[in-house]
């Protein structure tokens, strides 16, 4: 009997912990990765649901995302869901694509000072001329400087992680270029010349190239121009003087970029009794990183003409010739180099500001060929040169720049920067000449250019 009520004892115990385990495996949870978005603090206490709490006592405290005094939509009429009401930001929701698309606008700074061309200083008329007579300049390669551009600007980027550190990271291709820099200018001499011998007197104009000029001291600290040197007919004694000056440039950046997300987002009650999901301004720090290939690429020409004509001591005149002069520069900046970058935002709901800067070393394969040729219009040359040269060496490229954005809709942001780069290494056009009889094949790799201008763009997210 005692035997038999053990074992009915014991078989009830074994099915009451049988039945117990196969609930417990019935209400199991599988295992899942924390969310990454908290839910939104509380800036006041959130109106309750209306539904009994677990005891039966009252209503159950806690927002209720759907319900009629909680509005998390995205303005009026827009669906309801996890971004911020203002913005359509928040700290959890970063765009899975995006590009940008607009316009910089950019000026530059002038190559170094090269004087091109000089006239004596007489005063006006018909003046002898002398080897020692000095020389003021008036035309430099100054003249012809390019000023604002507009460059087409474009972006496109794509998320593709986030780590550890609650950081989106995104990959993102970026162009700008197709502008052009120009510009030309031009002198007349302001007189004509005439130098005689004992049978022939030769009349011309009274601008000269340094080919036929070279600086002697004036006193300690001073020199001046002089003309002693080799007279080059179409460079030098003409009536008119000019120079063209054109620079291209394209940017090509392929970057990584570390963007952090902003704290969690908090509910607020506004006055109108609706609760609303926003996000907390605050300041961020984004990185940057990548490969850059930026083209620059350059022309100058110098060209010069004027009219020589010869008279007999009794004034018949005996010939008249018209020379010109032209001297060609083109030259090619290939750079390819790493940079880092970081961004440092103000961030609001819908606005934003900050400062943003870039800088890498490179390498830049850079060459120039040269033309020169001068004598008689319409005849071979009796003064010509073919220069060419070519060397790849360390160059630098930094950014700097002050940035503000505004959020016209959750997936449409307006952009606006001033931006400032300045470019080391450079073979820079105009600072390829050589006034020499005798010149070598060389390049010019320590020009510097800076830039600076505006940009405006529009940023459109999905």
């Not at 060496?393 to 920067?417: C, D, H």
């Amino acid at each position: 009997m005692v035997k038999t009520a053990l074992t009915y004892a014991l078989a009830t115990v074994a099915a009451m912990v049988f039945a117990a385990g196969a609930q417990a495996a019935e209400g199991r949870v599988p295992f899942q990765q924390p969310q990454p978005c908290p839910m939104p603090a509380m800036a006041e206490q959130p109106p309750t649901s209306g539904a009994p709490g677990p005891d039966g006592a009252g209503p159950q405290a806690g927002p209720v995302a759907d319900g009629p005094g909680v509005d998390s939509g995205l303005w009026d009429g827009a669906p309801i869901g996890e971004g911020c009401s203002l913005c359509g930001g928040g700290c959890c929701n970063p765009p899975d694509w995006y590009t940008e698309q607009g316009v910089r606008f950019f000026g530059r700074t002038k190559p170094r000072q090269t004087i091109l061309g000089y006239e004596p200083t007489f005063p006006s008329g018909f003046q002898p001329a002398v080897l020692s007579d000095p020389l003021t300049s008036q035309f430099g390669d100054r003249t012809a400087a390019p000023g604002m551009s507009a460059a087409y600007n474009m972006t496109i980027g794509h998320y593709f992680a986030r780590d550890t550190l609650n950081r989106d990271h995104f990959v993102e291709f970026t162009f700008w270029g197709l502008n052009r820099f120009q510009d030309e200018g031009a002198i007349t001499a302001s007189q004509r010349i005439r130098e005689g011998t004992y049978t022939n007197i030769y009349e011309f104009g009274n601008l000269y190239s340094p080919y036929s000029v070279s600086t002697v001291p004036n006193n300690i600290l001073t020199q001046v121009a002089v003309r002693n040197g080799t007279i080059v007919p179409g460079f030098d004694q003409v009536d008119q003087m000019s120079t063209y000056y054109a620079s291209y440039m394209n940017n090509f950046e392929l970057n990584g970029k570390i963007t952090p997300r902003g704290e969690e987002d908090q509910l607020v009650l506004h006055p109108d009794g609706k609760w609303r999901k926003e996000c907390r301004p605050g300041r961020y720090i984004s990185y940057l990183y990548g490969l850059r290939f930026m083209k620059l690429d350059e022309s100058f020409r110098f060209h010069g003409q004027g009219l020589t004509k010869t008279f007999d001591t009794n004034g018949t005149l005996l010939d008249s010739v018209n020379n010109s002069g032209e001297y060609d520069v083109s030259t090619h900046n290939n750079l390819l180099g790493l940079q880092l970058g970081a961004d440092m935002e103000f961030r609001q709901c819908r606005w934003s500001w900050g400062v943003r800067a870039k800088v890498g070393p490179y390498i830049n394969f850079a060459d120039q060929v040269s033309d020169i040729a001068a004598g008689v219009m319409g005849e071979d040359p009796t003064f010509s040169h073919h220069l060419t040269e070519a060397r790849h060496n360390a160059a630098l490229v930094g950014e700097v720049g002050f940035t503000a954005t505004y959020k016209f809709r959750p997936n449409l942001i307006g952009r606006a920067s001033y931006d400032f780069m300045w470019v080391t290494g450079l073979a820079l056009a105009p600072e390829q000449l050589q006034f020499s009889t005798n010149p070598v094949d060389r390049i010019n790799t320590n020009g510097t250019a800076v830039f600076n201008g505006p940009s405006l763009g529009l940023e459109w997210l999905w």
